[in-house]
């Protein structure tokens, strides 16, 4: 009897094994919830290999960790158990090329009217539309998002509230080439600055330079997987870095660009490639015989790539690179996934702006992680240990705590950050600080600053999850006279680099007009029926100069419908 039972046991599990082989190869969007449930499980030790120095991941990769979850669901609490379950919904079709939980709305033979008062109501996943065979499948949803927010502060009072509505379709070809395409459209009424305000709207082009009362995003890629390789070509939300908050190379503050993507990770190694095209600084060309003004545009891209070695599955150890280069073509040096970028930039005669970054990770007791992670704007060796202004970086170490102190279902996140002066800026080419679009690729503390960031994620239930975070902010700012003219430059912006013969050289952290900047932030999510969300926010700015008593603060309320069927 036990002979069949283990026989049993071990063709299930390599039932299920080959069928995750055949799992979806698009990805799982990097601001899904299922990374930070991911996360819990690696610092309780139930997987391992768990990558997450680069989001997203596909979802093949994902619905292997759900796999590997579900066979440990004893070691869960209850309520990860029942996030589990949902998981399982969700990602049904990744696991066993099975739709028995899905609700497909044009693909029933009643009508849709009685169609959406079903399917609405049931604990399934929805779709508006879905098609497989052996070969193809289609996944077809529609979103919807309802908006409101209240703005108060020492410079804006105001209301905004807005009506965003779209679609999505992903889906693979004969198991080797994934797809997924994402596009949104919002009208809007009340403050456009009140929207400004929100760093995921305020990337969208329309609403910073058109007049019109209405805002779009996109993303969309094709991606080619063969055993541990994958290419992938288009856009999407990239995090790069292993920060527990704003994310120290590559953060969701900036602009989604469009890049070409390759992965391969076998065992304990993982290897990622990127090259993105971004928008430079924004100028205009003025044009007599029109007597109107043109945009001009610089072209401006960024290689970079990382490997990743899971020394034990306690210690993760990562080195990166990251050139940004400007005013030229597509340069075919950074277009190799297998170079060192310094030695190409070096080779083009030092005119690019060069990164080396090394981190760690490290669980020393289980439910805890450490990281460290440095990231150096250029490297000179003789003067390392030197207060020079030629050797910048920046630096953040943080700890992860899952179910501190007996609270079960409760994360806590500490993390510190520092920034030196005039890093991410370039002394050489403008165009070719660590930016898209004008605005930073990662953290947004900027250089000649420090930030203390601390978060706690509380799980009540499988449904309902309540964030809270506070940070403290010191920042030294550069020096302006009342007419807004540069008297003294201490490296307080990625735009103004270090002015050989003119400003002071060596360099003082946290020099200039001190500013001290407290933000609060609460968010909580609940989803009251199953991919129908409401969302509550609350924010509260508050940013004082050192020497001065006026301050500036806002705060900000907000709640949103969200709805993805």
Known sequence: MKIIKKFSFVLISNLITIQILFAQIENVPATHSVYSFLKRMELKGIIENYYDGVLPLSRKQIANFISVIS????????V????????????????????????????????????????????????????RDNNINLFFDGLLNFDFRRFTGSQLTDNASFIEGGFRFRGSIYNKVGYYLLLTNAQFWGSRDVLKMDKRIKQSFALSTLETKNFDFLEGYAKYQTGPISLQIGRERILWGRSYGDKLLISDYARIFDAIRTDFEYKFLKYTFLHGWLNGRKSYSYIPEYNNYEPVAVDKFVAAHRLDIAFTKYLQFGIQEFEIYSNRSVDLGYLNPISFFESVQRARGERDNGFLGFDIKIQPFKNLELHADMFFDDIEIPMLGKNRWD?????????????PLFFKNLDFMFEYTQVDPYMFSHNRSLENSFANDDVLLGTQIGPNALSWYFKINSYITNRLTISASYELQRSGENEYDSNGILIRNVGGDFR????????????????????????????????????????????RFESKFKDLSNKT?????????????
């Open 71 to 78: 066979e440990n669901r004893n070691e869960l609490t209850k």
């Open 553 to 565: 603060f806002y705060h900000d309320f907000g709640m949103t419908l969200r709805i993805d069927f």
């Open 391 to 403: 050797n910048k970086y920046a630096f953040q170490i943080g700890l992860f705590a899952v179910d």
């Open 80 to 131: 990860e158990s029942k996030i589990l379950d949902d998981l399982l919904i969700e990602f049904e079709y990744d696991l066993k090329s099975t739709t028995q939980n899905s609700f497909n709305l044009f693909g029933r033979n009643y009508d849709v009217v009685s169609g959406l008062v079903r399917g609405t109501f049931q604990d399934r996943e929805k779709h508006l539309y879905v098609f």
């Open 496 to 539: 103004i680099p270090l002015r050989m013969n003119i400003d002071q050289i060596p360099t003082k952290f946290l020099d200039g007009k001190i500013c001290h900047t407290q933000i609060i932030q609460f968010f909580t999510t609940y989803e009251f029926i199953n991919e129908f969300y409401l969302d509550f926010r609350y924010k």
